[in-house]
Structure formats: C-alpha cells, structure tokens
C-alpha cells in the first residue's frame, strides 16, 4: 500500500512538472529568462496619417481602407477631400462614425482657401461644416504657383487671418502647411519668415511644419522652433532618401518611408515642447510609389520603435 502510495505522489509531481514546462514554453528552462516581450500597442503612440498619402485607395475603397489603416495602429487622421459640404463623399457625421467606430479620431482637415474669392459666407460655410466633423484644425495646404509673390502672400495672409478668426468661433484653429518655395528668396525677400512669421496672427494660425519640405529648402526643423516657440502645433514626418542642395521647386521624387531616409525625427521629435507641437501625422506625397500599404506601414513600425521611444 505504502509503495502505491508513493507511486500515486510522485506521477502527481511529475505531471505538475510537465505542465509547468508546457505553460512557460520553451524559455523555462533557460536561467534568467525574461518573459516573452507583449504585443505593441501602437495607436497608444498617438501616430496620426495626412489621407493625401492614400488618396488612390480612398477614391476607390473609404471603409476598407480605413480599417487597414486603424488595423496597422494609426490613431489620428487629417483629411485632404473636402468639397460641397462632404468629405471623401459623406456628410461629416456620416464620415466621423465611419472613422470612430474603426478606434480612430479625425484631429485636421486640408481645406484650401486661396486668395481670389475668398468670402466670408463662404469660410462660415467651411467653418460650419468641419465643426459639424468635429476637428481641432482646418488647414491650408497650399499656394498655387501664380500667387506665389510678396503682394499675392500679403493679400492671402489677411485673408488666412480672417478665415482664422471665423474658425475660432466653432472651436476650430486654422493652420498653415508649408511646402519649399515659401523659403526662396524673392528680391531679398524670404516670405516664410519675412512675411509668413510676421503677419499670421500668433493666435488665429498655427504651422504646420512638413519636415521634408523645410529640410530641401535647407531649412533646420529644431532652429526654427527655437526662433518661433510654441507656434508649431501639427508636424508632418515625411522622410527623405537623398541629401542635395537647397531647392525651392516642389520636386518629390525622393519621399521615402518616415525611418528609412535620412532626416533624424527622433533629434525633432525631443524638441517638441519648443515647437508647441500636438500632434504629427505621417504623409508621403508619392503614395508609397505604387505601394502605400507596405510604405505605411514601414513608417509607423519605425515611429513606435525608434523615434517616439
């Protein structure tokens, strides 16, 4: 009896032991080891898109390719399709629960208000309809080519600054988005900081500085949050594959993955408190060349795991 005892104890013992060794893996029978690291959360970095960066897809799929986004960790969006009261199509509500109900916010919309024609009916109209969206920030995006001068930047600005104002009213801040040409010299003048800087009311706009942009117009990122501090609320990581002289054409033939090109976003990224920044929003004005997917997700793989740590 005593014997059958001892048997019944020790098969006890022996089957705790194995499942034991089953239960921690292969790891438990190394000395020291560490438990197997968790799954990254990345919407918890806070990792925001420009929708310009998939149009294609966006034209072609909203639902889906929205939820491959929030599938891949991107938490915040900044649209680029606003037109007649819509955006990519849907009335604001309809759009925001699209993007809600997929875990992601809608932070920033691309609206371009040019200089001819600007009204204030119709800035109420923009105003109203992003209100109804719910964003924080309506911005300008860009600057057609035959305004690009002193006087047509000087009349734009008053412009910008009264659209500003009406944006305020609905709880909404208007912004600037840079490309290069804004930093080319024209008769002495540099319009970005000789015109820009000075005549855009501190608080009706705020910049949005695109790093790629600023960097091929020779520009440093971290110098002007130094000059300008607490005036760069939205940034745009957006990398490049090649280092050549400063240039003022918009020519984009080098955007690459935010981490696999040559701008160091983690040396940007730690001078954020300067720059007043509150969110930043990956974009690839080329569209990942032919694959926006795969380039997206190169990108936000190397903010959460080696700019944003």
């Not at 990345?42 to 925001?48: A, H, I, L, Q």
């Not at 960066?53 to 390719?65: F, H, L, Q």
Request: hydrophobic share 40%; net charge negative; aromatic share 12%.
């Amino acid at each position: 009896m005593k014997d059958f005892q001892k048997r019944r104890d020790f098969l006890k013992i022996s089957t705790a032991g194995a499942l034991g060794v089953i239960a921690l893996g292969p790891m438990a029978c190394k000395p020291g080891a560490k438990p197997a690291a968790q799954p990254v959360d990345r919407k918890s970095f806070g990792v925001g898109l420009q929708l310009y960066t998939i149009r294609d897809e966006m034209s072609k799929d909203v639902a889906g390719t929205l939820k491959k986004l929030s599938d891949m960790g991107y938490k915040y969006l900044e649209l680029a399709n606003y037109a007649d009261g819509k955006f990519y199509g849907f009335m604001p509500a309809e759009f925001r629960k699209i993007v809600n109900d997929l875990g992601m916010d809608i932070v920033s919309s691309h609206t371009s208000v040019e200089a001819a024609g600007i009204t204030m009916e119709s800035a109420k109209k923009m105003a109203d309809d992003h209100a109804l969206l719910g964003v924080k920030y309506c911005v300008q995006p860009w600057v057609e080519e035959v305004n690009r001068n002193i006087e047509s930047y000087k009349k734009m600005i008053a412009d910008w600054n009264q659209v500003g104002a009406v944006m305020k009213e609905v709880g909404i801040q208007f912004g600037y988005h840079n490309h290069n040409f804004e930093f080319a010299n024209i008769d002495g003048v540099v319009p970005y900081y000789d015109i820009f800087m000075p005549e855009m009311d501190t608080t009706l706009i705020t910049m949005e500085l695109d790093m790629y942009w600023a960097t091929k117009a020779g520009q440093d990122p971290v110098e002007m949050f130094n000059k300008y501090p607490g005036r760069f609320q939205l940034f745009h990581f957006k990398d490049m594959a090649q280092q050549s002289a400063p240039f003022y054409d918009v020519i984009k033939d080098d955007i690459t993955s935010v981490g696999a090109g040559l701008i160091d976003f983690k040396r940007i990224y730690a001078a954020r408190e300067t720059a007043g920044m509150k969110y930043l929003f990956v974009e690839d004005d080329n569209q990942g060349n032919g694959k926006p997917f795969e380039a997206l997700e190169i990108s936000i793989s190397n903010i959460t795991t080696k700019i944003l740590v």
